[in-house]
Every structure is written in C-alpha cells, then in structure tokens.
C-alpha cells in the first residue's frame, strides 16, 4: 500500500503567513487501497537554533496540534481535509541566517496499524507585521557625539569636533529611504574629509557568534578644520530587501542601525550609531524582504 500527501494552501503558493492571523491548509492524501488507520495529526512547529561548532542552541515557540479524524478506513483514492491554525501575534519572524535559522514547519502524521507513523512535512513562512503609523515609530531619532580628535584615548574634558546627527521616523520598509541629516560642529585644527553613512544590520546568534552585513553605504562631503560654526547636511539611504529588525528571539536577535563615521586623520575615525527599525508592513512589501530570497 502507497500513501501520498499533499500539503495545500488556497491561492498562497509560496506558504507566507502573518504572525496574530489563521493559517487556513488542506490536507489531500491519496491511498492506493483500501485501509485501516488510527488517526491523522497535523502539527505546527516553530523553532530558532544556532548552529556552533562545539554546541547548538535552540528555542522552541511555537508548538499545537489537532486531530483530523480519529480511528476509520478509508477507502482507495483522494481525501481532502480542511485545518486551520490560529497564529500567535508576539512570535518572531522566519529568518535563515549564516550561523542560525528560526524556521516554522507543518507536519501531517498518518498513524496507521501497529503504530506505525507516515510523516509528511513542509516548511511555512511567518512574517510579523508592523503599522507604520504608529505614533511611536513616527517620532524622529538623535544621537550626539563629542569627540578630541587629537587623542585617541583620553581623559581630557575637551571636545573641539561635536557632530549631531538624526534619522525622520523610528522604523522602516525594505523600499522606503531613510532622511538622513547631519550636523557637525569642528573647532578643532583637524579637517573632516568626508562621512560614511551606512545602514547595517547585525544578527547576534547565542551564546558568541555573530554576523554584521552593510546594507547600503553613502559618501557625504566633509567640513574644514577651525569652523566657527555648524555645518548641517544631509542624504537618503534606501533600505534595500532585509530581514525585519526581531529582537524576540531569545537565541536570534536581528537588529540594524546606521553607522556615520567622520574621515578624518590616520588614527581618528569618530563614529556615531543611530538605531533603526526595520519592518515588514503588508504582504507587498514582504515580497522585497530578504525572506524572500532564501
């Protein structure tokens, strides 16, 4: 005797589902003869694991299972049976990254006489989506940095070089720019040959790896030594297809940022960090998410 089994979801071909939704499957499977069975289970499943070379670590969050139907016969031929899930709205998003994954499965388990079990699996994906008008992710974010350009380390109460710098909004989808403006104030006798504005994104994999990606990178003009004043300017940085910003995970923790390093003398490279968030909005947008590249 032969069982197939196919894994269905209506007009969903790439099996994308969002975190707080119903996940709505089929089951179809297909016996070549008639045949006693003790019952058919489906099974979610929703992992992340770090993989390192003396150890994995791993964290399960997502786990429910239902029955289909319980002892029957059925007969040759296809069955088809409806199931449905509900999704857990705090859950991260799935993720395949160079030290570590968080990956969602379904399994269809045929349990059949003398206990033995048929099981047939296929890999889901679950996105966490944001509202970008949230009051909260709309507000403006500045950081501020003073620096000596003249010691790389010291103790000295004295900073000539002070540069601000501010991103429009706290969050962030993969197609939309990022205003960027800067402004710097050099009292000292160093010149700033240009800025470095780059948006990163680093993935930290439990308990010591972990991985650092520049996303986008853009050269700004710089500012003349001695400047009374303040010198203000600006760019876009576009956020290219990315993972969302995930910090639920307590194994994989996605984060991104935009890092200005001032260009200046051999030993002196000021840098100023301002934290972004990156987020998946709608399933368009989802589509551009590195997700989908995987």
């Avoid at 969050?61 to 139907?69: A, C, S």
């Avoid at 876009?236 to 994989?252: G, N, R, W």
Wanted: aromatic letters at 10%; glycine letters at 6%.
């Amino acid at each position: 005797m032969t069982i197939s089994c196919e894994i269905l979801f209506e007009k969903n071909s790439k099996a994308v589902f969002y975190a707080g939704r119903s996940l709505y499957g089929s089951i179809r499977l297909t016996l070549t003869n008639d045949e006693n069975i003790r019952g058919i289970f489906v099974k979610i499943n929703g992992a992340a694991i770090t993989i390192c070379k003396a150890e994995n670590f791993g964290e399960d969050f997502l786990k429910d299972r239902i029955e289909i139907i319980g002892e029957s016969r059925l007969a040759t031929g296809a069955h088809e049976f409806p199931f449905q899930f509900e999704i857990p709205a705090r859950i991260p998003s799935s993720f395949q990254g160079e030290y570590g994954f968080i990956r969602y499965t379904i399994t269809i388990s045929v349990v059949l006489p003398k206990l033995s079990t048929k099981e047939f699996e296929k890999r889901i994906f679950i996105l966490r989506l944001t509202d970008l008008k949230d009051p909260d992710l709309q507000k403006q974010v500045t950081v501020s940095g003073s620096f000596n350009p003249y010691f790389v380390c010291t103790c000295l109460p004295w900073f000539p070089l002070k540069i601000d710098a501010s991103v429009d909004h706290t969050a962030y989808a993969p197609g939309s720019n990022i205003e960027l403006e800067i402004n710097v104030t050099n009292r000292s006798f160093c010149q700033i040959r240009g800025f470095l504005a780059q948006l990163i994104k680093e993935v930290t994999y439990v308990p010591v790896l972990q991985s650092v990606e520049i996303l986008k990178e853009v050269k700004l003009r710089g500012c003349l030594q001695n400047h009374k004043y303040t010198v203000c300017f600006g760019c876009y940085v576009e956020v290219p297809p990315t993972s969302a910003t995930d910090l639920v995970s307590k194994v994989i923790k996605i984060r991104h940022f935009i890092r200005i390093t001032a260009v200046m003398k051999k030993k002196c490279r000021p840098v100023i960090e301002i934290p972004v968030t990156i987020v998946n909005v709608n399933g368009r947008n989802s589509k551009k998410s590195e997700l989908g590249r995987k």
